[in-house]
């Protein structure tokens, strides 16, 4: 995996969070959903397998953005296992967001929270195709563009 449940947390979070509400099969779909696409599969596969030699790519452009991937697939789950949470670690209550607050968010005010994480995973990806498409990575091609009966597809 590219980011491990920590990163997520200190990049896609203000609150800490108990790190087992995230689970690293839901950053592989993340992973494989949103990243896999934009590096295209041999750069993915090139990072995966060498990731010292991405390191530039990887830390300020890929963990951004699938921090906020992996937050937003989580929002929904993490809300209510907040709500419903008891802390097997007493010590740790006091840093993890307050379960009472969750169960007052509104479903308008879910929804517009979800649209916002989106918003900002998909800004970070926009950041990412932009520095994939200066760096001209060698394993990456870039998607086609095609109009097909007025519809754009991308291959």
Known sequence: MLITVREVIELAYIT???DNLIKEEIIDAAEKTYIKPVLTTDLYNGVISNPASYTALIDPYIKPCLAFYVKYLIYSQQLFETAEYSSPDPTKGPELLDPSNAALITNDVHQSIIKDI????R???KTLIEYLD???FELRQAPTIKRISGIIIKS
């Open 16 to 18: 800490l969070i108990d």
């Open 118 to 121: 989106l918003f900002i995973a």
């Open 123 to 125: 800004q970070k990806e």
């Open 134 to 136: 200066k760096q001209a």
